[in-house]
T-cell receptor
Framework: GAVVSQHPSWVICKSGTSVKIECRSL??????MFWYRQFPKQSLMLMAT?????????EQGVEKDKFLINHASLTLSTLTVTSAHPEDSSFYIC??????????????FGPGTRLTVL | SQQGEEDPQALSIQEGENATMNCSYK?????LQWYRQNSGRGLVHLIL?????REKHSGRLRVTLDTSKKSSSLLITASRAADTASYFC??????????FGTGTRLTVIP
């Protein structure tokens, strides 16, 4: 149980285009979903936290107009990288909390999406 | 900063040996979690230790927590080549957010 999927697993796009990444909790309802970015050999950096039906909370330094997050249901959150540029190339990972286990904040991670902007 | 800091940054051992990784943090925590990441993949939750616990075991994993020193350690016993990965600690201060350090890159040589 507690499986999180991401789609696509990798994407290559031209500079200036927008890319949407989906994050789904497959067998549980997620109270909260998180979006991270990871550059090669570096740690995961939390970008934003989203709760179903409300606006995402962005970490300092993350442009909310650049990285649009929609959390339309308890099982789906999307991250749209708008007008992508080569410096946005990174590994994007989502995670989710299990709504039924709110006592601890264990997160279940998706497999990640590798974005390459040419 | 809320993030954990792992030490060492890299560790290379022979298969069968034990591997110990340390984590230090600066804030008060509700619990501390350890995750593993294989190259180019998502994270896998390994173990969660609550602030009122001092030691926890899960299979070949042993985690200790010393809240007075704001430190934790992860011991992997009888290591296997498949244990090769990056290991991250994530101190959790009660909110949902986890803040990861740069991790320890473990290489287990067959």
């Amino acid at each position: 149980g507690a499986v999180v999927s991401q789609h696509p697993s990798w994407v290559i796009c031209k500079s200036g285009t927008s890319v949407k990444i989906e994050c789904r909790s497959l067998d549980f309802q997620a109270t909260t979903m998180f979006w991270y970015r990871q550059f090669p050999k570096q740690s995961l950096m939390l970008m934003a936290t989203s709760n179903e039906g409300s606006k995402a909370t962005y970490e300092q330094g993350v442009e909310k107009d650049k990285f649009l997050i929609n959390h339309a249901s308890l099982t789906l959150s999307t991250l749209t990288v708008t007008s992508a540029h080569p410096e946005d190339s990174s590994f994007y990972i989502c995670s989710a909390n299990d709504r039924g286990d709110s006592s601890y904040n264990e997160q279940f991670f998706g497999p990640g999406t590798r974005l390459t902007v040419l | 900063s809320q993030q954990g800091e792992e030490d060492p940054q890299a560790l290379s051992i022979q298969e069968g040996e034990n591997a110990t990784m340390n984590c230090s943090y600066k804030t008060s925590i509700n619990n501390l979690q350890w995750y593993r990441q294989n190259s180019g993949r998502g994270l896998v939750h390994l173990i969660l230790i609550r602030s009122n616990e001092r030691e926890k075991h899960s299979g070949r994993l042993r985690v200790t927590l010393d809240t007075s020193k704001k430190s934790s350690s992860l011991l992997i016993t009888a290591s296997r080549a498949a244990d090769t990965a990056s290991y991250f600690c994530a101190p959790a201060a009660g909110a949902n957010n986890l803040f990861f350090g740069t991790g320890t890159r473990l290489t287990v040589i067959p």
